[in-house]
């Protein structure tokens, strides 16, 4: 598998960390964004969308770091007998996948918008994604209070899909003391076996 992959991007390592804690071998190509790598017509051809990240597995190509996602843990499940990252059931489905939709929305225009505002200098409003961010935390911070994963009993695919934004969204200004709860769902995830950080993650104490 290739996975075209610029470091710093918070979606593309969802498919990271997603990997390693599968132990599924990922080659990475890295991407410049400056360069706009991913606007040539090559890339486009991958991806009409013009982003990060697409991973090309022999003659499949996705491109959304969540139907990435859905297709490393289906992919894994083939191979294994141990507790899924996905499930079979559509009870079990629908429960995953209403917080991938919470962070592919929330998620996105708030911690992932405020973060590219401070971080990368965006010309974004930086109060209105802070703004979405609180709202979006508050969310967390009420479910993971009397849940130990967002979905089902166990770490799921849901876990991975929020985590990198709501860990890394001090970059974009926010302080992460207010959300106990919250720490301590980073620190299951990142006592997963597998787990590797990226740049911001572990988010500092």
């Not at 559509?90 to 708030?110: H, K, N, P, V, Y």
Request: glycine residues 4%.
């Amino acid at each position: 598998m290739k996975l075209y992959d610029v470091a710093d991007s918070g979606n593309c390592y969802k498919i990271r960390l997603m990997s390693a804690l599968l132990g599924l071998d990922c080659q990475c190509q890295p991407i410049s964004l400056e360069k706009a790598e991913h606007k040539t017509p090559e890339f486009l051809a991958m991806n009409p969308r013009g982003q990060v990240p697409v991973l090309v597995d022999d003659a499949i190509t996705l491109w959304d770091s969540h139907a990435i996602l859905i297709y490393l843990a289906g992919k894994k499940d083939n191979k294994t007998d141990t507790k899924s990252w996905w499930s079979n059931d559509i009870t079990d489905q629908a429960d995953i996948t209403q917080w991938l939709s919470f962070s592919a929305r929330e998620m996105w225009a708030g911690c992932a918008v405020a973060r590219a505002t401070v971080k990368f200098k965006r010309p974004f409003d930086l109060n209105a994604a802070q703004k979405i961010a609180y709202a979006a935390l508050d969310i967390l911070e009420r479910h993971l209070s009397d849940h130990e994963w967002l979905a089902l009993d166990r770490p799921t695919i849901a876990d991975i899909a929020v985590y990198p934004y709501a860990g890394l969204v001090w970059e974009g200004g926010i302080s992460l003391a207010p959300y106990p709860a919250m720490r301590r769902w980073f620190n299951r995830i990142e006592a997963l076996p597998g787990y590797v950080p990226m740049s911001g993650l572990p988010a500092p104490e």
